[in-house]
Protein backbone atom coordinates (compact mmCIF):
# COMPACT_ATOMS: atom_id res chain seq x y z
CA UNK A 1 0.00 0.00 0.00
CA UNK A 2 1.07 3.50 -1.36
CA UNK A 3 1.94 5.73 2.18
CA UNK A 4 2.14 9.77 2.31
CA UNK A 5 4.66 10.95 4.52
CA UNK A 6 5.41 14.09 6.34
CA UNK A 7 9.56 14.64 6.12
CA UNK A 8 10.87 16.82 9.23
CA UNK A 9 14.08 18.11 8.97
CA UNK A 10 15.50 17.52 12.67
CA UNK A 11 17.66 20.08 13.97
CA UNK A 12 15.92 24.14 13.98
CA UNK A 13 12.66 21.98 13.61
CA UNK A 14 11.83 19.55 15.71
CA UNK A 15 14.87 20.39 18.03
CA UNK A 16 16.41 23.85 19.32
CA UNK A 17 19.52 24.65 17.65
CA UNK A 18 22.78 25.40 20.25
CA UNK A 19 24.92 28.76 20.25
CA UNK A 20 28.11 28.02 19.31
CA UNK A 21 31.08 29.84 17.68
CA UNK A 22 28.70 32.66 17.34
CA UNK A 23 25.99 31.00 15.33
CA UNK A 24 23.70 28.69 15.99
CA UNK A 25 24.21 24.96 15.12
CA UNK A 26 23.00 21.14 15.77
CA UNK A 27 23.92 19.90 19.24
CA UNK A 28 26.34 17.66 19.60
CA UNK A 29 26.19 16.22 23.02
CA UNK A 30 22.82 14.63 24.46
CA UNK A 31 22.26 17.45 27.05
CA UNK A 32 21.93 19.66 24.87
CA UNK A 33 19.74 18.18 22.72
CA UNK A 34 15.88 19.81 23.62
CA UNK A 35 13.13 18.49 21.59
CA UNK A 36 10.38 21.85 20.78
CA UNK A 37 7.31 21.78 23.15
CA UNK A 38 5.09 21.74 20.22
CA UNK A 39 6.80 18.83 18.28
CA UNK A 40 4.76 16.34 20.19
CA UNK A 41 1.58 17.15 19.38
CA UNK A 42 2.27 17.73 16.04
CA UNK A 43 3.94 14.36 15.23
CA UNK A 44 1.03 12.78 16.86
CA UNK A 45 -1.26 14.45 15.01
CA UNK A 46 -0.13 13.78 11.23
CA UNK A 47 0.50 10.27 12.20
CA UNK A 48 -3.48 10.29 13.34
CA UNK A 49 -3.89 11.50 9.87
CA UNK A 50 -2.60 8.66 8.11
CA UNK A 51 0.80 9.89 7.48
CA UNK A 52 4.56 8.36 8.31
CA UNK A 53 6.90 10.58 10.26
CA UNK A 54 10.45 10.31 8.72
CA UNK A 55 13.44 12.79 9.96
CA UNK A 56 15.80 13.52 7.17
CA UNK A 57 18.70 14.86 8.42
CA UNK A 58 22.23 15.83 7.61
CA UNK A 59 24.79 15.05 10.45
CA UNK A 60 28.42 16.37 9.34
CA UNK A 61 29.73 16.39 12.66
CA UNK A 62 29.98 12.55 12.49
CA UNK A 63 32.96 12.52 10.14
CA UNK A 64 34.36 15.75 11.63
CA UNK A 65 34.80 13.84 14.65
CA UNK A 66 32.91 16.49 16.85
CA UNK A 67 29.92 14.24 16.92
CA UNK A 68 29.96 10.81 18.60
CA UNK A 69 27.93 8.06 17.27
CA UNK A 70 26.72 7.32 20.94
CA UNK A 71 25.57 10.69 21.31
CA UNK A 72 23.57 11.04 18.31
CA UNK A 73 22.00 7.74 19.02
CA UNK A 74 20.75 8.87 22.14
CA UNK A 75 19.41 12.26 20.28
CA UNK A 76 17.57 9.48 17.81
CA UNK A 77 16.53 6.96 20.70
CA UNK A 78 14.96 10.67 22.55
CA UNK A 79 13.23 11.51 19.23
CA UNK A 80 11.37 7.85 19.33
CA UNK A 81 10.48 8.30 22.75
CA UNK A 82 9.22 11.74 22.87
CA UNK A 83 7.82 12.16 19.32
CA UNK A 84 5.43 9.57 16.86
CA UNK A 85 8.36 8.99 14.84
CA UNK A 86 8.17 6.13 11.94
CA UNK A 87 11.78 6.33 10.70
CA UNK A 88 15.17 8.24 10.96
CA UNK A 89 17.77 9.08 8.01
CA UNK A 90 21.37 10.51 9.17
CA UNK A 91 23.97 11.47 5.99
CA UNK A 92 26.82 11.37 8.35
CA UNK A 93 28.94 12.97 5.53
CA UNK A 94 30.88 16.40 5.28
CA UNK A 95 30.36 18.49 2.19
CA UNK A 96 33.78 17.28 0.72
CA UNK A 97 32.61 13.79 0.84
CA UNK A 98 30.36 14.07 -2.33
CA UNK A 99 28.36 11.52 -1.51
CA UNK A 100 24.22 11.63 -2.56
CA UNK A 101 22.47 10.96 0.35
CA UNK A 102 23.40 14.71 1.74
CA UNK A 103 20.90 17.56 1.71
CA UNK A 104 20.69 19.71 -0.61
CA UNK A 105 20.18 16.16 -2.52
CA UNK A 106 17.88 14.01 -2.48
CA UNK A 107 19.44 11.05 -1.42
CA UNK A 108 17.71 9.87 1.80
CA UNK A 109 14.29 11.29 0.74
CA UNK A 110 14.14 8.52 -2.10
CA UNK A 111 15.90 5.87 0.32
CA UNK A 112 13.25 6.57 2.74
CA UNK A 113 10.47 6.72 0.15
CA UNK A 114 11.69 3.14 -1.40
CA UNK A 115 11.69 1.34 2.04
CA UNK A 116 8.51 2.86 3.12
CA UNK A 117 6.53 2.40 -0.45
CA UNK A 118 5.67 6.24 0.13
CA UNK A 119 4.23 8.41 -2.82
CA UNK A 120 6.40 11.78 -2.61
CA UNK A 121 3.82 13.70 -4.54
CA UNK A 122 1.39 13.23 -1.61
CA UNK A 123 3.74 14.08 1.06
CA UNK A 124 5.71 16.77 2.61
CA UNK A 125 8.84 18.01 3.80
CA UNK A 126 9.36 20.99 6.73
CA UNK A 127 12.86 22.29 6.99
CA UNK A 128 14.41 25.75 7.99
CA UNK A 129 17.52 25.88 5.33
CA UNK A 130 18.16 26.55 1.99
CA UNK A 131 19.51 22.83 1.88
CA UNK A 132 16.17 21.63 2.67
CA UNK A 133 14.41 23.57 0.25
CA UNK A 134 16.37 22.06 -2.42
CA UNK A 135 16.19 19.02 -1.24
CA UNK A 136 12.63 19.21 -1.48
CA UNK A 137 13.05 20.85 -5.32
CA UNK A 138 15.12 17.84 -6.10
CA UNK A 139 13.04 15.11 -4.99
CA UNK A 140 9.91 17.07 -6.41
CA UNK A 141 8.34 17.10 -3.00
CA UNK A 142 6.04 19.53 -1.65
CA UNK A 143 7.96 21.89 0.82
CA UNK A 144 7.05 24.31 4.05
CA UNK A 145 9.57 26.53 5.26
CA UNK A 146 10.00 26.67 8.95
CA UNK A 147 10.07 30.61 9.53
CA UNK A 148 13.61 31.43 11.67
CA UNK A 149 15.44 34.42 12.28
CA UNK A 150 18.41 33.08 10.00
CA UNK A 151 16.13 31.96 7.38
CA UNK A 152 14.40 35.14 6.89
CA UNK A 153 16.00 35.93 3.14
CA UNK A 154 15.61 32.86 1.89
CA UNK A 155 13.16 32.65 -1.37
CA UNK A 156 10.74 30.08 -0.44
CA UNK A 157 6.95 30.86 -1.85
CA UNK A 158 5.13 28.25 1.21
CA UNK A 159 6.18 29.82 4.53
CA UNK A 160 4.75 28.56 7.23
CA UNK A 161 5.74 30.34 11.41
CA UNK A 162 5.05 27.54 13.50
CA UNK A 163 5.05 24.05 12.75
CA UNK A 164 1.33 23.91 13.93
CA UNK A 165 0.40 25.65 10.65
CA UNK A 166 1.15 22.79 8.55
CA UNK A 167 -1.89 21.90 9.56
CA UNK A 168 -4.10 24.04 7.38
CA UNK A 169 -2.30 22.39 4.36
CA UNK A 170 -2.83 19.00 4.96
CA UNK A 171 -6.66 18.58 6.40
Not at 78 to 95: G, S
Amino acid sequence: MIKSAIFFDRDGVLNQLVNRDHGEYSPQKFIDFKIFDNAKKITEYTSSLGFLNIVISNQPDVSRGTLKINELEKMTADLYKKLVIDDVFYCKHDDSDDCNCRKPLPGLIFIAATKWDIDLSKSYFIGDTWKDISAAKNANINFFLLDRPYNKDFDCDSRIKSLQDIFQFIE
